[in-house]
């Protein structure tokens, strides 16, 4: 038993949920299974701080998985979301929000022509996967082991997040012919793209720039990015074979869009995507996402092209307006103060473990970070899988316990926001400190 805050109404409310939902939950990692712990049931946010409903407050590191970089409740955002309710919630026709937001995302993301917006990540993934088939005439994926792209059928192979979080290395429900579409290699092994793509002709090579589901693992000689294998550049490797053989390059920047820079990883690494999907940050907290790219692939989508697509709420005035608001407050300073945040977690993470004697390698960028139970480099998901997961699950409680929520898995990275500040940075590494302590002994 933990000797933590109190959980009766949580507990009470888990009980109730049980019952009603799958694993008491609507996406499974929330559930805490893999650090042994019920979920938190949350009553409010408060910038950087999560209360749950028995009352106890959390410095929260997971903010909703990504989308809230401004922290909870921003009033930019609120009052932006707020003016867009009372005009309406929904229209099914174009509005001028829209306009602005497929133009901030042309002017960020180097890639991005022509947008299309959709409701969540997995729709984008989903119709960046059909429109690169139709554009090459090409059914097959080249994947990466460890990367999640949403819970596409195609995708699920050997993906990380969730899957990997409960060790599930495929979902029974994928008919076969998706799952045989689907080439799976190794992260940052080139041997395994260049025997994949002279075995199968592939319409894409898919790829999270900057991986973060199976914890936050670099592509080899990023220059963006902390805790990777030194090297020539694996994301132009990723260009140049793609270009060589045919296929479309489709970055994943789900997670990296917005968060690492303006453009993302492409922009940082300097590698161009033919695609781009794009999530999270851009609806600021509301479901919103978008696959961007070339204009003559872009022109192949309906009602353009012949490329069908569509969604109901797709362009949602109250998602539009969150993921503007967001947008604005993300000037070079703001960048300045994720990159100076996640820099002092990594640092003090790291000299925490040295000091306990807790072997770890930590990875960071702007906005994001991951501390891996694991004794040396972690370049794959292969290495992820060798992290000692008992002691990240007791390291995950015994920060819960001591008011610091991270992602409940190894294989997440932590979402540093805009509002965390050094005093929370300071409340962390404290935490931290006697955390690691712990699992050590
Ligand atoms: C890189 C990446 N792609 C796609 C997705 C799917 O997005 P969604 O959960 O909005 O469907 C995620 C979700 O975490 C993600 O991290």
């Given at each position: 038993m933990s000797a933590g805050p109190s959980r009766a109404r949580s507990d009470e409310l888990h009980r109730r949920a049980a019952g009603l939902m799958p694993g008491g939950v609507?996406?499974?990692?929330?559930?805490m299974r893999s650090i042994g712990r019920d979920p938190l049931y949350i009553a409010a946010g408060e910038g950087a701080e999560l209360i749950d409903v028995d009352g106890t407050r959390y410095v929260d590191y997971v903010c909703s998985w990504g989308p809230l970089i401004a922290g909870h409740a921003h009033p930019r955002v609120v009052d932006a979301v707020t003016a867009a309710a009372s005009r309406g919630t929904s229209y099914g026709a174009p509005t001028e929000r829209e306009v602005e937001i497929a133009a901030a995302i042309a002017e960020r993301v180097p890639s991005a022509e022509m947008v299309r917006m959709v409701n969540s990540g997995t729709e984008a993934s989903m119709s960046a996967v059909r429109l690169a088939r139709a554009a090459t005439g090409r059914d097959k994926l080249l994947k990466f082991a460890g990367a999640y792209h949403g819970h596409v059928d195609g995708l699920l192979a050997d993906a990380g997040s969730g899957l990997a979080t409960a060790g599930i290395p495929a979902s029974p429900g994928v008919p076969a012919a998706q799952a045989a579409a689907t080439i799976v290699v190794p992260w940052n092994d080139r041997g395994a793209v260049e025997r994949a793509l002279d075995e199968h002709e592939v319409a894409a090579i898919l790829a999270e720039p900057y991986p973060a589901n199976m914890g936050l693992v670099p592509p080899a000689g990023a220059t963006g990015i902390e805790g990777g294998a030194a090297g020539p550049s694996f994301l132009a490797f990723l260009r140049e074979q793609a270009d060589a053989n045919g296929a479309l390059l489709v970055f994943d920047e789900v997670i990296s869009g917005f968060r690492v820079g303006p453009g993302g990883a492409q922009e940082l690494e300097g590698v161009t995507p033919d695609l781009t999907i794009l999530g999270k940050v851009i609806g600021g907290g509301l479901p919103a996402a978008a696959y961007a790219g070339r204009r003559d692939l872009m022109e192949?989508?309906?009602?353009?092209?012949?490329?069908y697509q569509a969604g109901t709420l797709s362009g949602n005035p109250l998602a539009t307006a969150a993921g503007l608001a967001t947008l604005e407050l993300l000037d070079g300073a703001a960048y300045g103060r994720l990159d100076a945040t996640a820099t002092a977690l990594a640092d003090g993470l790291r000299a925490a473990a040295a000091e306990a004697g807790v072997p770890v390698h930590v990875t960071h960028t702007t906005g994001l970070l991951t501390l891996f139970f694991h004794d040396g480099p972690v370049d794959d998901y292969a290495a992820a899988r060798q992290c000692d997961l008992d002691r990240f699950a007791a390291f995950a409680r015994a920060m819960l316990d001591r008011g610091v929520y991270l992602p409940p898995s190894q294989f997440e990275a932590w979402f540093p926001s805009l509002v965390h500040t050094d005093a929370h940075g300071e409340r962390t590494l404290a935490a931290a400190r006697e955390a690691l302590r712990q699992v050590a002994s």
């Open positions: 609507n996406s499974p990692v929330r559930a192949r989508v309906a009602p353009a092209g012949d490329v």
